[in-house]
């Protein structure tokens, strides 16, 4: 059973950081590509970055590759998503995700992705 629990939302103001949490499990991070995607009001959910279960790879949305990144505790099982240089765009709720194929998140229809945590709200202030 995968389960993801998110952590470390919160309000921020531009040019700040913020570092987000998904905690799953050893067996899950061993298995599935843990992720993350958001969804601003109005919007439609969207890919963010997730790390592979084979190899650990990266992989990022293009527009926010070198302002987020993405990392892995094998130890616990916990993904992290560390947030820089924010802005009021960012503002979102984020999700973390997790999928039994590798490098496939970035590629999924929100509606298609197996398993979801319960979001965390994330407000960057102007």
């Known amino acids: 059973q995968v389960q993801l629990v998110e952590s470390g939302g919160g309000v921020v103001q531009a040019g700040g950081s913020l570092r987000l949490s998904c905690a799953a499990s050893?067996?899950?991070?061993?298995?599935?590509?843990v992720g993350w995607f958001r969804q601003a009001p109005g919007k439609e959910r969207e890919f963010v970055a997730a790390i592979s279960w084979s190899g650990g790879d990266t992989y990022y949305a293009a527009s926010l590759k070198g302002r987020f990144i993405i990392s892995r505790d094998n130890g616990d099982g916990t993904v992290y998503l560390q947030m820089n240089s924010l802005r009021p765009e960012d503002t979102a709720v984020y999700y973390c995700a997790a999928d039994r194929v590798a490098l496939r998140l970035q590629y999924l229809s929100p509606r298609d992705v197996e398993h979801w945590g319960q979001g965390t709200q994330v407000t960057v202030s102007s």
């Open positions: 050893r067996h899950t991070v061993s298995n599935y590509d």
